[in-house]
């Protein structure tokens, strides 16, 4: 909250106190955990949890000091309005998460935008992104409140995931504002990729927006936060040719499957991929150019696979529907899985029905880069099948990370570059309302004292008189704002620091009373609470 004299004072706890009276608020509602001090580079290795429940508070300090806290319940709404909205990332990804616990948490994309509803049905976020891919779920929120966000988004995740909160605290990455915003543009520059540098993560951004776009609740922060990333991840990928000669997770499947067979060749394999979505028709093409001349394809339509046809005529790419998957797997050696399959597509059972391959003594391989996986685990204890997932991709990209690594270098001075940019326009944001109040407040004196002149006229001024004086007055009053207007702005490329705006928002604040800031996060309280008790 911005620093208000002794003279508003009074105002401010008088305007608290009306407000905490309106809500009648449960006194469970108000216990704030304390302040998180969680450092970034403790968080990438060690995650933990801000979660704390008024369960936390020994039974005996209660009893004993009732007065302390009391007084921490009826402090509450005071507590709110001096703690800013924060952006918050939390989730899960490869470097911190096995694929088990992965799986568990996957979103389709189609439902992305009802999980943004149903994150900003939370009381205390106000809009939110969710970011599901094979190697990642990770939401993006601004919240009202760190520790009640976290709280709030961390036991939805538990319920939806049917992972408890504490298993989710040992995998958790969790960031907040500056550290939050520079994981997303890492994320989308392919820097926290397991393929340094892969290009598709970039695309799966775009599509966040994309899916957002016109929902409630992916507004100005949150859209402008993945907008900026999209840059990020152009300008490293033009600037740093980061992504030359670098694999993606299609293509590191490919030669994971090389590597395992034993002629190390697809050229006389017999090579089954189930999905003819992004990821498998990245599969297919990489298949193709490690030599796999024929192929199987299952997927639910022949559609997308007629369109790969066209591009690979050098390719004999047979169609099969999903019903014929088990026998195509009969008479094959290798099997790719790349669909979005909600349950397993392969089990134990199954599989154990399978024939033999064609390759002696060989077991059948499995490649499954498929989250929530497509090939059971329990396969794996199989004698005739190996199987292999995205978490087994690691010793086929090490060996190309090496020489990417200086351009990853290059990439993070680009990435501090477009995060400046970007907590310029965030911090501008928050003197918006100011900006409007303070014109408002403006507009109302020059109205009042317009009217005054008039009626001290008379009735017989004529309209050009009448004309001549209120563009006299709306002259004087814009004359007047210039000024302030000018040095409540800051787009980050004037010579104004954030830090001599937010102070001029302070000053207009304790010297015209507009308490906007208090003002704003009370009526955003009272609107999720609203909504909380319908």
Request: hydrophobic share 40%; proline share 3%.
């Amino acid at each position: 909250m911005a620093a208000v004299g002794s003279s508003s004072a009074a105002a401010v706890v008088s305007s608290s106190a009306k407000f905490r009276r309106s809500l009648a608020l449960p006194p469970s509602q108000f216990f704030i955990p304390s302040k998180p001090s969680i450092s970034r580079a403790r968080l990438s290795l060690n995650p933990r949890c801000e979660i704390v429940s008024n369960n936390s508070i020994p039974k005996n300090v209660i009893a004993s000091k009732p007065s302390a806290l009391e007084l921490l319940k009826t402090s509450a709404a005071d507590r709110y309005t001096k703690e800013r909205s924060s952006i918050i990332a939390i989730g899960l990804n490869i470097h911190t998460a096995p694929v088990e616990i992965r799986e568990k948490l996957a979103i389709p994309e189609a439902q992305w935008p009802q999980i943004i509803g149903e994150l900003c049905d939370l009381n205390h976020i106000e809009e939110a992104a969710v970011l599901s891919t094979c190697n990642r779920m990770e939401i993006y929120v601004v919240a009202l409140s760190q520790h009640r966000g976290v709280k709030e988004v961390t036991e939805w995740m538990s319920k939806t995931s049917g992972v408890s909160v504490p298993e989710l605290c040992k995998h958790q990455i969790l960031l907040y504002n500056r550290d939050a915003t520079e994981h997303l543009f890492e994320v989308a520059a392919g820097l926290d990729s397991l393929v340094l540098g892969e290009g598709q993560i970039l695309a799966q951004v775009k599509q966040v927006v994309k899916a957002g776009q016109g929902v409630a609740g992916f507004d100005r922060k949150i859209s402008g936060l993945f907008k900026q990333a999209i840059s990020v991840g152009k300008r490293v990928r033009t600037e740093t040719n980061i992504s030359s000669g670098s694999v993606s997770v299609s293509s590191a499947a490919v030669e994971l499957g090389l590597m395992k067979l034993s002629e190390s060749s697809y050229a006389n394999a017999r090579v089954l991929v189930i999905g003819a979505g992004k990821m498998g028709k990245l599969v297919i093409k990489h298949l193709a150019a490690k030599g796999c001349k024929k192929m199987v394809v299952v997927n639910r339509t022949e559609e997308k696979v007629n369109a790969i046809r066209q591009e690979l005529k050098g390719v004999d790419i047979v169609f099969r529907p999903l019903s014929e998957m088990l026998a195509c797997a009969a008479a094959t050696d290798v099997i790719f899985t790349s669909t979005a399959s909600e349950s397993p597509l392969f089990s134990k059972e199954n599989v154990q029905m399978l024939p033999l391959v064609s390759q002696g003594a060989m077991r059948r391989l499995f490649i499954d880069i498929s989250i929530p996986r497509n090939v059971e685990p329990g396969v794996s204890d199989l004698e005739t099948a190996l199987v292999y997932n995205v978490d087994d991709l690691q010793e086929v990209v090490a060996a190309n990370k090496e020489d990417r690594l200086q351009k990853a270098a290059e990439a993070r001075g680009i990435i501090q570059e477009e995060l400046n940019k970007f907590e310029a326009w965030k911090d501008s944001l928050e003197t918006v309302p100011t900006i409007k109040k303070f014109r408002a407040y403006v507009e109302r004196i020059r109205a009042s004292e317009l009217e005054k002149c008039l009626s001290k006229m008379g009735n017989d001024i004529s309209k050009e008189h009448k004309e001549a004086i209120y563009a006299l007055s709306m002259g004087i009053m814009n004359k007047l704002l210039q000024g302030p207007m000018q040095h409540l702005r800051c787009d980050g490329n004037d010579n104004h620091s954030l830090n001599e705006v937010l102070e001029n928002m302070r000053a207009l604040n304790r010297m015209y009373d507009l308490e906007t800031e208090i003002s704003l996060m009370e009526e955003k309280i009272r609107v999720k609470m609203e909504k909380a008790q319908k």
